[in-house]
Antibody, heavy 122, light 106 residues
């Protein structure tokens, strides 16, 4: 059974840095083709992709947020970490991590965490 | 940047067929997947590689992708299908989501 769980602070202030951790089980991020991505969803709005990291440490970022994002992995601990710098009120959202499995062409997220709500407020 | 466009809302009567579209430039040359999201729940993948159903997704769900439009079709719609649906594709190392479609079954 594949599970993912996001963790992070629920409340931050503008200009602060957000660090989110995705802890997963049931798959390995050392398996060729596997990836983990971060997606967020502001309240009442659409999904927005943020970043992706693959088994070979290849990393991709949303072009509009690239300068503020850093994604890393610790395969031995089954964790993926996303940092977002210089937070703004518009970064308030539920943040999801999700797994890109082997055997799917293109990129698709077959398994998702429950999400963690992060609010940015002064 | 690459954009995917979905209608904001679609309505269907129970037992009828719902069609949700997703449009993008030469989308038929890319792989598309679809997610269902019920209120206060994470998204669930209901279609991948245009027309493949993950395990556990009813056969009532089908997909296609050609030209500039991908389509998610839900046959014999049920109240349990009422949710937001998002298409998603991939272009130049960038994952792109559509704006979402709220499906109402009434």
């Amino acid at each position: 059974q594949i599970t993912l769980k996001e963790s992070g602070p629920p409340l931050l202030k503008p200009t602060e840095t957000l660090t989110l951790t995705c802890t997963f089980s049931g798959f390995s991020l050392t398996t060729s083709g596997v990836g983990v991505g971060w997606i967020r969803q502001p309240p009442g709005k659409a999904l927005e992709w943020l970043a992706m990291i693959y088994w070979d440490d290849d990393k991709h970022y949303s072009p509009g947020l690239k300068n503020r994002l850093t994604i890393t992995k610790d395969s031995s601990s089954n964790q993926v970490v996303l940092t977002i710098t210089n937070l703004d009120l518009v970064d308030t959202a539920t943040y999801y991590c999700a797994q890109r499995p082997v055997g799917i062409r293109g990129t698709a997220f077959a398994n998702w965490g429950q999400g963690t709500l992060v609010s940015v407020s002064s | 940047s690459y954009d995917l466009t979905q209608p904001p809302s679609v309505s269907v009567s129970p037992g009828q067929t719902a069609t949700i579209t997703c449009s993008g430039d030469k989308l038929g040359n890319k792989h598309v997947c679809w997610y269902q999201q019920r209120p206060d729940q994470p998204p669930v993948m209901v279609m991948y590689q245009d027309s493949k159903r993950p395990s556990g997704i009813p056969e009532r769900f089908s997909g296609s992708n050609a030209g500039n439009t991908a389509t998610l079709t839900i046959s014999r719609a049920q109240s349990v299908d009422e949710a937001d649906y998002y298409c998603q594709s991939y272009d130049s190392n960038t994952v792109v989501f559509g704006g979402g479609t709220k499906l109402t079954v009434l």
